[in-house]
């Protein structure tokens, strides 16, 4: 028995990796707006649904892969996260952070009940032409969509990080996220970075969404399964580190993988919210960040 | 605080109404409202006392409710305890949940998002290991037994659930007039306003913070209980839902974070807005879009809720009397 699965333990952590990849993107944009903007973006999840569902409409209403859904899903996401920080959640909040945190859950409320009232609760799920086709490494099948998700979720991360040291833009960010009056001081304008920053982050998420479709379902809740497994990423990876949430969704996706087949499916969530309540209580900063 | 005879006789005048309300109201459906509106304003007191008072804000208290539920549940339906006496099981059982959760993350500094979010973590922790042992009854839930009798808390009117609801609303009210009058309540709005300020003055900001939870954690608990006897039925969803942790901030923000009366006043006018988009647009999801846009419009424009519009009007009469 337990020779089984330790047998089954490559195909685990392999499986773990490709989940892991999506999950890192997702998150990644969280530890963005966190570090630069300082605040948690409770909403998170509700606006990967939104993507995950403009990916759906695309599809079956003008019946655009997914993958190449991502050239539009993208933008869109960078236009609304702008949108909304700075017309909405950047006027709205009066400094406290839980003040932002409630904001964000009130936006979340809209959105998801949005999404329930026009696109109702029912689960949508898209099949692919190549959905079933597979890679065979000989312990396992590697579907086509799962590849493909992982080498994209891993070049846009490092597009990401391009775009964060290479660029002036990049520059600027870390610049407001190290000493915001500094940059202020220098003739940065912060709070078009702020917006430029959030507008980011919801375009991770727009890219996630795409990748996430054919490979997982979508209803107006799909955003609260991922909440937890970002907040869990960037806790672990530390709150507004790159590589943190890359290695920190390895680490979840496998955790997940692997502990769903020794504990079961049920069970094997508990891993996450384990993981997440441990680390904030014995080492807050996670395990890539610096001294907050 | 203390009661000027206006505010003892208005407060007198409204249990009096409370008391006699079934009297008047014939309708079941309007009296199921009230007990209700009763239930949550007492849940979202629980959270008020934390969140309120000092200042922690949860978004996992539902793990209270949901912990009182299964206990009191479990030991009706496998032992036979009365839920009389199961009610008192939950209490403890909350107000222990509340030791651990509240022990641990204070010990270790975490505040303001952090605190939240951790409590969010607990209930979900809760709910998938609910869902996962035997002695829960696992996904498929607790069905308990219609027994009605004073011994089981159950009733066969919904009178008697109503009277249940206001017994616990005035016992939750009684400890919130209790904290803003006693040393233990300015402690705790102390850590709320400066929590560094309030250890350098010689506060014990940890154990008070642990004696706030426990209370909530209590309260929580019972809440479970009442929730069980009434519905019958239980799962882990509907015990650890999310959706009751954001009901009970929800009604608490809306009414007035840290007065006394300000969860009763948010759940009337949720309840009544609830009412109204119920009857105009009947959508599942639509009064929860209006929670949310409301929510979003008390934390940018009324920082105090509804009770502290009340009250600025109030004092801006007395200015100009003086």
Same mark, same amino acid.
């Given at each position: 028995?337990?020779?089984?699965?330790? @047998?089954?333990?490559?195909?685990?952590?392999? !499986?773990?990796?490709?989940?892991?990849?999506?999950?890192?993107?997702?998150?990644?944009?969280?530890?963005?707006?966190?570090?630069?903007?300082?605040?948690?973006?409770?909403?998170?999840?509700?606006?990967?649904?939104?993507?995950?569902?403009?990916?759906?409409?695309?599809?079956?209403?003008?019946?655009?892969?997914?993958?190449?859904?991502?050239?539009?899903?993208?933008?869109?996401?960078?236009?609304?996260?702008?949108?909304?920080?700075?017309?909405?959640?950047?006027?709205?909040?009066?400094?406290?952070?839980?003040?932002?945190?409630?904001?964000?859950?009130?936006?979340?409320?809209?959105?998801? !009940?949005?999404?329930?009232?026009?696109?109702?609760?029912?689960?949508?799920?898209?099949?692919?032409?190549?959905?079933?086709?597979?890679?065979?490494?000989?312990?396992?099948?590697?579907?086509?969509?799962?590849?493909? @998700?992982?080498?994209?979720?891993?070049?846009?991360?490092?597009?990401?990080?391009?775009?964060?040291?290479?660029?002036?833009?990049?520059?600027?960010?870390?610049?407001?996220?190290?000493?915001?009056?500094?940059?202020?001081?220098?003739?940065?304008?912060?709070?078009?970075?702020?917006?430029?920053?959030?507008?980011?982050?919801?375009?991770?998420?727009?890219?996630?969404?795409?990748?996430?479709?054919?490979?997982?379902?979508?209803?107006?809740?799909?955003?609260?399964?991922?909440?937890?497994?970002?907040?869990?990423?960037?806790?672990?990876?530390?709150?507004?580190?790159?590589?943190?949430?890359?290695?920190?969704?390895?680490?979840?996706?496998?955790?997940?993988?692997?502990?769903?087949?020794?504990?079961?499916?049920?069970?094997?969530?508990?891993?996450? @919210?384990?993981?997440?309540?441990?680390?904030?209580?014995?080492?807050?900063?996670?395990?890539?960040? @610096?001294?907050? | 605080?203390?009661? +000027?005879?206006?505010?003892?006789?208005?407060?007198?005048?409204? %249990?009096? +109404?409370? /008391? =006699?309300?079934?009297?008047?109201?014939?309708?079941? #459906?309007?009296?199921?409202?009230?007990?209700?509106?009763?239930?949550?304003?007492?849940?979202?007191?629980?959270?008020?006392?934390?969140?309120?008072?000092?200042?922690?804000?949860?978004?996992?208290?539902?793990?209270?409710?949901?912990?009182? /539920?299964?206990?009191?549940?479990?030991? =009706?339906?496998?032992?036979?305890?009365?839920?009389?006496?199961?009610?008192? /099981?939950?209490?403890?059982?909350?107000?222990?949940?509340?030791?651990?959760?509240?022990?641990?993350?204070?010990?270790?500094?975490?505040?303001?998002?952090?605190?939240? =979010?951790?409590?969010?973590? #607990?209930?979900?922790? %809760?709910?998938?290991?609910?869902?996962?042992?035997?002695?829960?009854?696992?996904?498929?839930?607790?069905?308990?037994?219609?027994?009605?009798?004073?011994?089981?808390?159950?009733?066969?009117?919904?009178?008697?659930?109503?009277?249940?609801?206001?017994?616990?609303?005035?016992?939750?009210?009684?400890?919130?007039?209790?904290?803003?009058?006693?040393?233990?309540?300015?402690?705790?709005?102390?850590?709320?306003?400066?929590?560094?300020?309030?250890?350098?003055?010689?506060?014990?900001? %940890?154990?008070?913070?642990?004696?706030?939870?426990?209370?909530?954690?209590?309260?929580?608990?019972?809440?479970?209980?009442?929730?069980?006897?009434?519905?019958?039925?239980?799962?882990?969803?509907? +015990?650890?839902?999310?959706?009751?942790?954001?009901?009970?901030?929800?009604?608490?923000?809306?009414?007035?974070?840290?007065?006394?009366?300000?969860?009763?006043?948010?759940?009337?006018?949720?309840?009544?807005?609830?009412?109204?988009?119920?009857?105009?647009?009947?959508?599942?999801?639509?009064?929860?879009?209006?929670?949310?846009?409301?929510?979003?419009?008390?934390?940018?424009?009324?920082?105090?809720? =509804?009770?502290?519009?009340?009250?600025?009007?109030?004092?801006?009469?007395?200015?100009?009397?003086?």
């Amino acid at each position: 028995m337990f020779l089984e699965v330790l @047998s089954l333990f490559p195909a685990g952590i392999i !499986n773990g990796l490709m989940f892991g990849a999506i999950y890192a993107l997702v998150a990644l944009g969280l530890t963005l707006i966190y570090g630069v903007l300082h605040i948690i973006n409770f909403a998170h999840g509700a606006m990967l649904m939104l993507a995950m569902y403009m990916a759906y409409f695309l599809f079956k209403i003008l019946n655009i892969d997914p993958y190449v859904a991502i050239l539009i899903v993208t933008p869109a996401g960078f236009v609304f996260g702008y949108t909304i920080y700075r017309w909405g959640i950047g006027k709205l909040s009066g400094g406290r952070d839980q003040n932002i945190l409630l904001i964000t859950l009130g936006l979340s409320i809209i959105l998801e !009940n949005s999404a329930l009232v026009f696109f109702t609760g029912d689960q949508q799920t898209i099949s692919l032409a190549y959905s079933y086709e597979a890679f065979d490494l000989g312990f396992l099948y590697l579907s086509y969509p799962k590849v493909i @998700s992982f080498v994209a979720s891993l070049a846009i991360c490092l597009l990401l990080w391009m775009l964060m040291t290479l660029t002036d833009l990049g520059k600027a960010i870390r610049a407001v996220a190290k000493q915001r009056e500094g940059a202020r001081l220098v003739g940065i304008d912060v709070e078009h970075v702020f917006a430029v920053t959030f507008g980011i982050g919801v375009a991770c998420l727009g890219a996630a969404g795409c990748m996430l479709l054919p490979i997982f379902y979508v209803d107006p809740y799909t955003g609260n399964i991922f909440v937890i497994v970002a907040f869990t990423i960037v806790v672990l990876g530390g709150m507004g580190s790159i590589v943190g949430a890359l290695l920190g969704g390895f680490i979840i996706g496998i955790t997940e993988s692997v502990g769903g087949l020794i504990l079961g499916e049920s069970l094997g969530q508990v891993g996450i @919210s384990l993981i997440f309540i441990l680390i904030l209580i014995f080492r807050p900063t996670g395990i890539f960040g @610096s001294k907050v | 605080m203390t009661f +000027s005879p206006k505010t003892v006789l208005l407060i007198l005048f409204g %249990l009096f +109404s409370a /008391a =006699l309300a079934p009297v008047v109201i014939s309708s079941k #459906f309007q009296l199921d409202v009230l007990t209700l509106i009763f239930f949550t304003a007492y849940i979202g007191q629980s959270w008020n006392i934390l969140g309120g008072y000092a200042g922690q804000f949860s978004f996992g208290g539902v793990m209270f409710f949901g912990t009182g /539920a299964y206990t009191s549940s479990i030991l =009706l339906t496998s032992f036979g305890v009365p839920p009389i006496i199961g009610i008192f /099981a939950a209490i403890f059982m909350g107000a222990f949940l509340g030791l651990i959760v509240g022990y641990l993350s204070f010990r270790s500094g975490l505040r303001g998002s952090y605190f939240a =979010l951790i409590t969010l973590a #607990f209930a979900e922790l %809760l709910r998938v290991l609910a869902n996962s042992v035997e002695f829960t009854g696992g996904g498929v839930g607790l069905f308990l037994t219609y027994a009605p009798g004073l011994h089981n808390l159950q009733f066969n009117s919904p009178t008697g659930f109503y009277y249940f609801s206001l017994v616990l609303l005035v016992i939750s009210l009684a400890i919130a007039m209790w904290l803003e009058r006693s040393r233990f309540g300015a402690q705790l709005v102390a850590i709320r306003e400066n929590e560094d300020a309030a250890e350098a003055l010689g506060i014990d900001t %940890l154990k008070c913070k642990v004696y706030a939870i426990m209370i909530m954690g209590g309260m929580g608990g019972a809440a479970g209980t009442f929730y069980a006897q009434k519905y019958l039925y239980i799962d882990p969803p509907i +015990s650890y839902s999310i959706a009751l942790s954001v009901e009970m901030l929800l009604v608490t923000i809306v009414g007035g974070m840290g007065t006394v009366f300000g969860p009763l006043v948010g759940s009337f006018f949720l309840h009544t807005v609830n009412e109204f988009a119920r009857h105009f647009i009947d959508t599942p999801g639509v009064s929860l879009i209006v929670y949310g846009f409301i929510l979003i419009l008390i934390i940018s424009f009324l920082p105090n809720g =509804l009770v502290g519009l009340f009250r600025k009007k109030r004092k801006k009469k007395d200015d100009n009397d003086a």
